[in-house]
C-alpha cells in the first residue's frame, strides 16, 4: 500500500551528490514525507523529513516541489558508506510507516 | 550506549516450536514497534505499542504475541513456529511527537 514510486536502482559516483527522486502525486494535506535507509543487514535508518519546505540536516537535504507531488533526497557528497536502500515514504503524523520497494543505491569508487 | 537493542541476533529453530525475541530501547520513548522483512526485503509493521497499550495490530497470524512489561521493553512471543516465520524481525521505538522511528539491528530467525 505504498504511497509513492521510486526508481528500483541508482549509482551514483562517490564524492559526487547522489539525487534520490521520489513521487507521490496523491499525498494529503496533513502527510509529510520521510526518507529511511537501510544497509545492508541493518536495520532501517531515519534521514529527514519535511512537509512543504525543503528541508537540510546533517546528513542530507530534502527538495520537494510546490505542488508536493515529487520530492528529491540530495546527499551532496555521497561516499562508499551511503551504499544502501533509499525508502520515500508518505505519512501523517498519527500513521504506520509503510515501507515500499525503495531504490537501491550503490555508490562508485 | 545501544539505543534499540534486541536479542538474540540470530535464531534457528524447528517448526512448531515457540520461541521469543526481546526488545529493549533505552531512549525514553512512548511508542514502540515489531516489523518484520521477508526474504524478499519487503519491510512490514506488526505491532506498535504505546505506553504498554497495543496501538496497532496489523493482520498478524494470532501464534504472534507481543508482551510489553515496561515503557523500554517490547518482546515478540511466536508459537508453533512454521517455516514462513523465517524472516528478520527488527523492533523500532519513537517518541510520541516524535517523527523519527530508531530501529534495532534486527533477529534472523531462521525455522528448519
Known amino acids: 500500500d505504498a504511497k509513492t514510486t521510486q526508481p528500483p536502482s541508482m549509482d551514483c559516483a562517490e564524492g559526487r551528490a547522489a539525487n534520490l527522486p521520489c513521487n507521490h502525486s496523491t499525498i494529503s494535506g496533513n502527510e509529510y514525507v520521510y526518507w529511511y535507509r537501510q544497509i545492508h543487514s541493518q536495520g532501517p535508518q531515519y534521514i529527514i523529513h519535511g512537509l512543504k519546505n525543503n528541508e537540510t540536516n546533517e546528513m542530507a537535504s530534502l527538495i520537494i516541489t510546490e505542488d508536493r507531488k515529487s520530492s528529491t533526497l540530495i546527499l551532496p557528497h555521497a561516499t562508499l558508506r551511503d551504499t544502501a536502500v533509499y525508502y520515500c515514504?508518505?505519512?501523517?503524523?498519527?500513521?504506520?510507516?509503510?515501507f515500499g520497494t525503495g531504490t537501491r543505491l550503490t555508490i562508485i569508487p | 550506549d545501544t539505543a534499540v537493542s534486541q536479542t538474540p541476533k540470530y535464531l534457528v529453530t524447528q517448526m512448531g516450536n515457540d520461541k521469543s525475541i526481546k526488545c529493549e530501547q533505552n531512549?525514553?520513548?512512548?511508542?514502540m514497534y515489531w516489523y518484520k522483512q521477508d526474504s524478499k526485503k519487503f519491510l512490514k509493521i506488526m505491532f506498535s505499542?504505546?505506553?504498554?497499550?497495543?496501538?496497532i495490530n496489523e493482520t498478524v497470524p494470532n501464534r504472534f504475541s507481543p508482551k510489553s512489561p515496561d515503557k523500554a521493553h517490547l518482546n515478540l512471543h511466536i508459537n508453533s513456529l512454521e517455516l514462513g516465520d523465517s524472516a528478520v524481525y527488527f523492533c523500532?521505538?519513537?517518541?510520541?511527537?516524535?517523527?523519527?522511528?530508531?530501529f534495532g539491528p534486527g533477529t534472523r530467525l531462521t525455522v528448519t
Open positions: 505499542y504505546n505506553n504498554k497499550e497495543l496501538i
Open positions: 523500532a521505538s519513537g517518541g510520541t511527537d516524535s517523527f523519527e522511528q530508531y
Open positions: 515514504i508518505v505519512r501523517a503524523s498519527n500513521e504506520k510507516l509503510t
Open positions: 531512549l525514553g520513548h512512548d511508542t
